[in-house]
């Protein structure tokens, strides 16, 4: 606990300390003198949580998360004739028809960047300090490599984007869009250059960058970018995950569960997550409860000080990916009849229109358009709601677990034409937890074409072992696109392929367009 504990602490305390610093103009910094600020390595530390909590705005409304309806896991279809129309913007996320003018993508673009200025601020803060300590270019270093994790969001979603690497611009500076080969350099020379200065510890940098976790993200960089720059770099990536494994800091939980438990910064498998606290740190993670459940569910946890949404739902053909006696399913998602704390079965009480019956999530769903009721469709249940809950969950949201370290190097295993069966050694690794009784996959199942989503995809087994692995974690749109652009191809329920690569990129918002002269707009 105490690792969870001390970054939101000194958030707090850093926040009455710049409570008046809110302006990113310059002059702000320049009024503050030097000799009052990052005396200790204590308040070096403390000055860079606002890099970090920057993060909890990803998971919330309208959000980086939502870029998961573009996929083939989740959909918020209209139900009941109306409810969840919110203009049809979830329809076109799922029907990939989404324009510049959709508050989806202004809002990422706003978050992601608003955490760049706050590691470039932090920089210049640092840099020009005149207090010299043993440890001030490990924290610079660290505030670069948490830089590059904001623009690997930007460079994934956005593709062609600015890079602003300083704080002291000049007034009236617009920066200009940057191809996405370049900026995809930029990140791996930033990552490259600062890796080796993070701490090895992992218990003492829980919520923050190290060398560990730092390196995965550099391997996530070399995994994607054949379908990113069209430069394989699986050689990269594997040599990435061989460090990460050797160094025995990381392994798998016992229980597929435990890394979205209400603990679980006990976990030994969360690499990077955002930490959450609901009484000190505000914010919430959208779908871990409010967006997906039904009202009536209120009763199951006792909530306290929110509501539930019910509008995200598990879209019916993913479950295809599910085989028989995978305990993910279960744990993944809320299915079937629900009960109250006590055991009472659960009633629908006519909420928004539904009929007076049984609260029960079915699979299947009426329809995208308007059609489908509140109670139809599987609910997310990945992350535990504890008893009493508020909307600001206890749970930390997990970004990068040790698993994916292992699936990773399987991938790359495949794609470099090495030893089928190692590949499926480390995914029978990762799933053997997960099931009663035995159910290995063989390195030539890994290696064969199957369809995934209605077409041909080259290693699918391994596409569908990675979507339930990592269900409703953010990792789903690139595993689409880096396997045979199923992401474009691909057919799933309510949605037909563009076959248009063009939308493997969102647009650049239109707000934005309006502000920066300088921007491109990505090809519609």
Same mark, same amino acid.
């Given at each position: 606990?105490?690792?969870?504990? #001390?970054?939101?602490?000194? &958030?707090?305390?850093?926040?009455?300390?710049?409570?008046?610093?809110?302006?990113?103009?310059?002059?702000?910094?320049?009024?503050?003198?030097?000799?009052?600020?990052?005396?200790?390595?204590?308040?070096?530390?403390?000055?860079?949580?606002?890099?970090? /909590?920057?993060?909890?705005?990803?998971?919330?409304?309208?959000?980086?998360?939502?870029?998961?309806?573009?996929?083939?896991?989740?959909?918020?279809?209209?139900?009941?004739?109306?409810?969840?129309?919110?203009?049809?913007?979830?329809?076109?996320?799922?029907?990939? /028809?989404?324009?510049?003018?959709?508050?989806?993508?202004?809002?990422?673009?706003?978050?992601?960047?608003?955490?760049?200025?706050?590691?470039?601020?932090?920089?210049?803060?640092?840099?020009?300090?005149?207090?010299?300590?043993?440890?001030?270019?490990?924290?610079?270093?660290?505030?670069?490599?948490?830089?590059?994790?904001? #623009?690997?969001?930007?460079?994934?979603?956005?593709?062609?984007?600015?890079?602003?690497?300083?704080?002291?611009?000049?007034?009236?500076?617009?920066?200009?869009?940057?191809?996405?080969?370049?900026?995809?350099?930029?990140?791996?020379?930033?990552?490259?250059?600062?890796?080796?200065?993070?701490?090895?510890?992992?218990?003492?940098?829980?919520?923050?960058?190290?060398?560990?976790?730092?390196?995965?993200?550099?391997?996530?960089?070399?995994?994607?970018?054949?379908?990113?720059?069209?430069?394989?770099?699986?050689?990269?990536?594997?040599?990435?995950?061989?460090?990460?494994?050797?160094?025995?800091?990381?392994?798998?939980?016992?229980? #597929?569960?435990?890394?979205?438990?209400?603990?679980?910064?006990?976990?030994?498998?969360?690499? &990077?997550?955002?930490?959450?606290d609901e009484t000190k740190s505000g914010?919430?993670?959208?779908?871990?409860? %409010?967006?997906?459940?039904?009202?009536?569910?209120?009763?199951?946890?006792?909530?306290?000080?929110?509501?539930?949404?019910?509008?995200?739902?598990?879209?019916?053909?993913?479950?295809?990916?599910?085989?028989?006696?995978?305990?993910?399913?279960?744990?993944?998602?809320?299915?079937?009849?629900?009960?109250?704390?006590?055991?009472?079965?659960?009633?629908?009480?006519?909420?928004?229109?539904?009929?007076?019956?049984?609260?029960?999530?079915?699979?299947?769903?009426?329809?995208? /358009?308007?059609?489908?009721?509140?109670?139809?469709?599987?609910?997310?249940?990945?992350?535990?709601?504890?008893?009493?809950?508020?909307?600001?969950?206890?749970?930390? #949201?997990?970004?990068?677990?040790?698993?994916?370290?292992?699936?990773?190097?399987?991938?790359?295993?495949?794609?470099?034409?090495?030893? /089928?069966?190692?590949?499926?050694?480390?995914?029978?690794?990762?799933?053997?937890?997960? &099931?009663?009784?035995?159910?290995?996959?063989?390195?030539?199942?890994?290696?064969?074409?199957?369809?995934?989503?209605?077409?041909?995809?080259?290693?699918?087994?391994?596409?569908?072992?990675?979507?339930?692995? &990592?269900?409703?974690?953010?990792? %789903?749109?690139?595993?689409?696109?880096?396997?045979?652009?199923?992401?474009?191809?691909g057919t799933w329920w309510e949605h037909t392929?563009?076959?248009?690569?063009?939308?493997?990129?969102?647009?650049?918002?239109?707000?934005?367009?309006?502000?920066?002269?300088?921007?491109?707009?990505?090809?519609?």
């Amino acid at each position: 606990m105490f690792r969870k504990q #001390y970054i939101i602490t000194a &958030f707090l305390a850093l926040t009455a300390v710049f409570s008046g610093c809110t302006n990113l103009d310059e002059e702000v910094f320049s009024s503050i003198p030097e000799k009052d600020f990052y005396k200790t390595e204590s308040e070096f530390l403390a000055a860079m949580v606002p890099v970090y /909590s920057s993060m909890r705005a990803m998971t919330d409304w309208q959000n980086w998360w939502d870029l998961e309806e573009t996929t083939d896991v989740c959909v918020t279809p209209v139900k009941n004739h109306g409810l969840w129309y919110d203009g049809g913007i979830y329809i076109r996320l799922h029907q990939h /028809s989404w324009t510049e003018e959709d508050p989806h993508l202004n809002a990422i673009w706003n978050v992601l960047y608003a955490g760049v200025s706050s590691a470039n601020r932090v920089l210049y803060q640092f840099e020009n300090s005149s207090i010299e300590m043993a440890g001030k270019q490990n924290y610079i270093s660290e505030l670069k490599v948490a830089r590059a994790f904001y #623009y690997y969001l930007l460079l994934e979603a956005f593709g062609n984007v600015p890079i602003i690497d300083r704080f002291d611009v000049p007034d009236g500076y617009l920066p200009a869009t940057e191809p996405r080969a370049k900026v995809f350099q930029f990140v791996e020379t930033e990552l490259k250059n600062n890796i080796d200065n993070l701490s090895e510890d992992r218990l003492s940098t829980y919520g923050r960058f190290n060398k560990w976790n730092a390196k995965m993200l550099l391997a996530r960089m070399y995994l994607n970018a054949e379908a990113w720059i069209g430069t394989p770099m699986y050689s990269e990536c594997e040599a990435l995950c061989d460090e990460i494994i050797l160094a025995n800091k990381y392994r798998l939980d016992g229980d #597929y569960s435990l890394p979205f438990s209400t603990n679980n910064e006990l976990s030994n498998e969360t690499m &990077f997550v955002i930490p959450f606290d609901e009484t000190k740190s505000g914010g919430q993670i959208y779908m871990w409860a %409010r967006k997906t459940l039904h009202y009536s569910q209120m009763q199951t946890f006792s909530l306290q000080a929110t509501w539930l949404d019910g509008g995200c739902l598990g879209v019916p053909t993913f479950f295809d990916n599910y085989v028989e006696g995978d305990e993910r399913l279960e744990k993944t998602w809320r299915m079937g009849q629900q009960y109250a704390l006590d055991g009472t079965p659960l009633w629908t009480n006519g909420w928004c229109g539904d009929p007076q019956m049984l609260l029960s999530y079915t699979r299947e769903v009426t329809n995208i /358009s308007g059609d489908a009721t509140m109670y139809q469709g599987y609910r997310f249940g990945k992350y535990e709601i504890k008893v009493g809950a508020t909307g600001t969950p206890d749970n930390d #949201y997990v970004i990068m677990r040790y698993a994916e370290v292992l699936m990773a190097k399987a991938e790359c295993i495949l794609r470099t034409g090495g030893n /089928s069966q190692d590949a499926a050694d480390l995914v029978n690794e990762v799933r053997r937890r997960n &099931f009663d009784t035995t159910n290995e996959l063989t390195g030539a199942e890994l290696e064969a074409t199957i369809s995934c989503n209605g077409v041909p995809v080259k290693y699918g087994r391994l596409l569908q072992e990675l979507g339930v692995e &990592f269900a409703l974690e953010g990792l %789903r749109r690139s595993q689409l696109i880096r396997f045979d652009d199923n992401y474009t191809k691909g057919t799933w329920w309510e949605h037909t392929p563009t076959n248009d690569t063009k939308r493997n990129l969102m647009l650049i918002p239109f707000d934005q367009l309006q502000r920066n002269s300088n921007l491109v707009q990505n090809p519609k």
